[in-house]
Structures are given as C-alpha cells and as structure tokens.
C-alpha cells in the first residue's frame, strides 16, 4: 500500500524507489518496470482494495494517539521536496514524527512513525491492519531502517505495530490494548544486506527500453494479488490448468511441462479423483452428474425447508462493544420457506438500518421465522455456523434455539463440492455463483450487486458514510434483491438436482 500522497516517481527529475514500488519490484521486476514505463496500464484498486487501505489508514490514525505530541510531518507539505526538508526540520525537535520522509541512494522512504530514544536514536514503527507479523512487512522495514540509517538518522530498534485480535471493545477504542508492538530488529538486520543490491539491480529493470522477460508464476499472488494479472494471465484458455479444484503447486508443474488445457492433461499425471472428473467433462463438454449422490442428499430435505443466507460485515476496528478486530457482524438474512417440493416459497428478511450494533434485532426477527422445524438449507455451513456460535457466545439468552438450528443445518454446497454435479462451465468453482448459471441459467448479472464483499462494503457505505437519504434507500433495495436471490437461487438449484 502506497500511503505516500505525492507520486516520487513522477514528480521529480531524479529516478526514486519508494518502499511501495520497491515491494513491487520485490515481487517482480516485470511490474516494476510498468510501474514507471507504463504506469497507465496498471489497474486503479478497485473497490475491494480500496476499501483495505482505507481500513489501513483508519487503523494508522488510531496508532498516532499512542504517540501524543507527535508531529504530522507532512500535513502541509505540497512537493517532494518540501516533504524532504519539513522532516530534516522535525528531526531536531526530538518528537514522534508521523511519515517524515528521507531519501538515499536513490531510495525514498516514509515511516508510519519515528520515535526519539535515549540522546539521539530513533525507533522506527510500521502500523500494519494485520492480527499479526508477516514475511513482507520485515522487508518492509529493513527498506525503511536501510535509508533512514543511511540518511544519518541512527535507528535502534524496528518494530511491527499489528492489531491484537484477542482485544474486546468494551467503549471507545483503546489504542494501548488495541495493538500488539512486536521487536523485529534482529530478524530485519538479518535481510537488511539485501536491500542495496536489489534496489541497483531495480534501478537496472527501471531504465530497461522494453519490459523485462518474466513468465508468470505463484510470485503473482505473493505476497500480495498483482494488479497485472490481468495482463499477463490473459493467453491462458478459459480451461486451464489452473482450474484444477486445489491444484496447487500441480498446476505450475504442468504448465512448465507444456500442459495449458485441462483436457490435455496426460493419463499419467496424478489427478485427484475430482481433478479427474474436471479433465473428463473438458474433454466430454457434459457435465459430470453423480445421480445417486445426488438422490442422497435430497433424502435429507425435511419439509418445510428453509433456505437462509446471511451477509456479514467485519471492520479491523470493532464498530461495536464485544467485538474483536475482524469478527463478522451480521447486518441482513433472507429466508425462503418452501412448506412441501413445488410449493410456492413464503419469504421473510432482515436489513439493518441505522448506526447501532445489528445483531440483536437480527437474531429476534431470525428467531421469529425460522421456526423449529424442518431442515435449514445454507449455502456453506461452516459460515453461517460460525456467524451462529458467535451469536450464541455474545447473547446467550438466544443459544437454545441456535443449538436447534445449527442441528437442522443442510450445507448445499457439499454437493457440488464433492463433484456430484460438475458442469465444464463451473471453471473450478463450486460457488452458488458458478453453480447457479449452469443448472438454471439464471445468474447474478443483473443485479447491482453481485457478491457478499461487495453487499458488505455497500452496507456500511450507506450506513457509516455520508450518502444521500435516496442513495441509502436504493442500495437498500440493491441488498435486499441480492440476499434474496441468494435463498431463491438455492431453491432453484434444488429443484433443478430433483429434475435431474
Ligand atoms: S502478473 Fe505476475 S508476471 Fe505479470 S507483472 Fe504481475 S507478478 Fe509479474
């Protein structure tokens, strides 16, 4: 994540690497050399990742309070180099700096914050909006301490400032039980050497006339998902190899041996049993359909079934008392009741509205209508079972019923997770999105919004941000049609498994 508001590449005559870029390049060179030679081809975040660096970033200003007096560096700053001279000034008042920039050999680095210790070293901190110490953060910081030291500044210690993911709102954020301050010194000493041959060969790549030769690879989603995947992915077929249903490492062997079509995927090669069904229906273009298993599963159906899906929410920063950083907060359900096979399904649902702690209405109007019989069809269990278990901790007034539901749970994903029904079309996946179109040709395509992250992120949009009364009222109607689908969709694909 790049949290540097001016664009060191591009608004200054000299060539610098900035601690984002230098990531990049870390990852690969390819998207380095695009980072400064055609910066237009690389995707903007979408709304996803955006809304990870504003997540980031809120989780940043939380960090500063621990440090009162600080002094925001930059808060003024309009170029390059007036960010360069407000910190070279800052130094000397021997205060918490929040992001004074330094520059050397080249490279240009901003830390989250800059402590002053004993007469005249510094700590430096990166926050980061993890529950913990990640590989990439280290490299981070040793880029940080390798300018910082060689700007003059002598750095002590470096730490990882992570969020605690055991800590429990109980009123207003506390910032000091909020984060876990990890000491990575020795461990960013022990790869601080690496830093300079690998900025002199970046800068190599940088002035490069052409993009350099790299083929991809699982560096693409390492550590982080590369913005030109896109690019470089797209020679591959919609049957690739990297369809294959946990392929793993398997799919980069087969690749390096030539093999991009599922279907030519030679005999010999160890396929799991549902890797092997997934070459059969490539080849046949039918689908795989496992009548008995499928018989089976419908025998389980007791009627009246409810079919119910949640949508959930979670925030690094607990929005309500009892929350831990991260825990799903559900804000809507949709439940169809079918009463027999055929019947016309009565619906019921639930949407959130206002600023307060949803979970309590949702479990009184959950309880109201998902009765205490019949079978409770979801669309992955192990979600909604979770969602259910933190219910139950965080209001054991309502455990009793949850326990009755939680034991009449069906998960409609397991037969498509098995492979008793695989279409060529589902591409690998066995999600309610991939197996809808393909037994009912009906999809998602015409709703506003397509997919949990992204009701989730509308959801608090509306909500929690500043929108217009007629917005808000629009988007509500967008989530209700969404999680609606979501339960009709499962009633389809039952019908469609009883036709088959
Ligand atoms: S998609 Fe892969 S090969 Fe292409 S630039 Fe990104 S990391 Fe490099």
């Given at each position: 994540?790049?949290?540097?508001?001016?664009?060191?590449?591009?608004?200054?005559?000299?060539?610098?690497?900035?601690?984002?870029?230098?990531?990049?390049?870390?990852?690969?060179?390819?998207?380095?050399?695009?980072?400064?030679?055609?910066?237009?081809?690389?995707?903007?975040?979408?709304?996803?990742?955006?809304?990870?660096?504003?997540?980031?970033?809120?989780?940043?200003?939380?960090?500063?309070l621990l440090y009162p007096g600080g002094?925001?560096?930059?808060?003024?700053?309009?170029?390059f180099e007036q960010?360069?001279?407000?910190?070279?000034?800052?130094?000397?008042e021997r205060k918490p700096l929040f992001e004074a920039g330094f520059v050397y050999n080249g490279a240009f680095a901003r830390v989250d914050i800059l402590n002053p210790v004993g007469k005249n070293e510094f700590d430096i901190l990166e926050v980061k909006s993890s529950t913990?110490?990640?590989?990439?953060?280290?490299?981070?910081?040793?880029?940080?301490?390798?300018?910082?030291?060689?700007?003059?500044?002598?750095?002590?210690?470096?730490?990882?400032?992570?969020?605690?993911?055991?800590?429990?709102?109980?009123?207003?954020?506390?910032?000091?039980?909020?984060?876990?301050?990890?000491?990575?010194?020795?461990?960013?000493?022990?790869?601080?050497?690496e830093i300079e041959p690998q900025l002199d060969e970046m800068f190599s790549v940088i002035r490069l006339k052409q993009e350099p030769d790299i083929k991809i690879g699982p560096h693409c989603s390492d550590p982080y998902p590369c913005p030109l995947m896109g690019k470089c992915w797209?020679?591959?077929?919609?049957?690739?190899?990297?369809?294959?249903?946990?392929?793993?490492?398997?799919?980069?062997?087969?690749?390096?041996?030539?093999?991009?079509?599922?279907?030519?995927?030679?005999?010999?090669?160890?396929?799991?049993?549902?890797?092997?069904?997934?070459?059969?229906?490539?080849?046949?273009?039918?689908?795989h359909i496992d009548r008995k298993a499928l018989a089976r599963f419908l025998k389980r159906l007791k009627y009246p079934v409810s079919y119910l899906d949640f949508e959930t929410f979670n925030t690094a920063i607990p929005l309500f008392d009892g929350l831990k950083p991260y825990q799903q907060v559900p804000f809507q359900f949709s439940l169809h009741r079918?009463?027999?096979?055929?019947?016309?399904?009565?619906?019921?649902?639930?949407?959130?509205?206002?600023?307060?702690?949803?979970?309590?209405?949702?479990?009184?109007?959950?309880?109201?209508?998902?009765?205490?019989?019949?079978?409770?069809?979801?669309?992955?269990?192990?979600?909604?079972?979770?969602?259910?278990?933190?219910?139950?901790?965080?209001?054991?007034?309502?455990?009793?019923?949850?326990?009755?539901v939680k034991r009449r749970i069906v998960d409609l994903l397991k037969p498509f997770q098995n492979f008793s029904y695989y279409h060529p079309d589902q591409?690998?996946?066995?999600?309610?999105?991939?197996?809808?179109?393909?037994?009912?040709?009906?999809?998602?395509?015409?709703?506003?919004i397509q997919e949990g992250g992204q009701a989730s992120l509308e959801f608090l949009r509306i909500h929690f941000g500043d929108v217009l009364e007629a917005e808000r009222l629009k988007v509500r109607e967008q989530l209700e049609r969404y999680c609606g689908q979501d339960t009709e969709g499962m009633i389809w694909i039952v019908e469609a498994i009883q036709r088959l």
């Open positions: 994540m790049d949290r540097t508001a001016l664009d060191i590449t591009a608004t200054t005559e000299r060539l610098y690497v900035s601690k984002s870029k230098f990531l990049w390049g870390h990852q690969c060179r390819k998207l380095l050399w695009y980072a400064y030679n055609a910066k237009d081809q690389i995707p903007e975040a979408d709304a996803g990742q955006q809304a990870i660096f504003d997540q980031g970033h809120e989780v940043g200003v939380l960090a500063k002094i925001e560096v930059c808060a003024d700053a309009t170029d960010v360069l001279q407000n910190s070279l000034a800052a130094l000397n913990g110490v990640k590989e990439v953060h280290l490299l981070d910081l040793a880029f940080q301490a390798f300018v910082y030291n060689g700007a003059g500044l002598k750095i002590l210690r470096c730490y990882v400032m992570h969020v605690n993911r055991d800590y429990v709102r109980r009123g207003p954020i506390d910032p000091k039980k909020f984060f876990k301050l990890v000491d990575v010194t020795r461990k960013v000493s022990a790869i601080s050497k797209s020679f591959l077929p919609a049957d690739s190899v990297f369809e294959l249903y946990y392929g793993g490492k398997k799919c980069w062997r087969l690749l390096q041996d030539g093999v991009v079509n599922l279907k030519d995927i030679p005999h010999g090669v160890d396929l799991t049993e549902r890797q092997t069904i997934q070459r059969e229906v490539a080849n046949s273009g039918k689908p079918q009463s027999a096979p055929g019947a016309a399904p009565e619906h019921h649902g639930f949407l959130a509205d206002g600023r307060v702690d949803p979970r309590p209405e949702f479990l009184n109007r959950l309880r109201d209508c998902i009765g205490d019989q019949g079978t409770v069809v979801v669309y992955n269990a192990t979600f909604e079972k979770a969602v259910l278990d933190k219910l139950a901790q965080a209001f054991p007034e309502h455990a009793g019923w949850i326990v009755n591409h690998g996946s066995a999600s309610i999105k991939s197996v809808l179109p393909v037994l009912t040709g009906r999809s998602y395509a015409d709703l506003e």
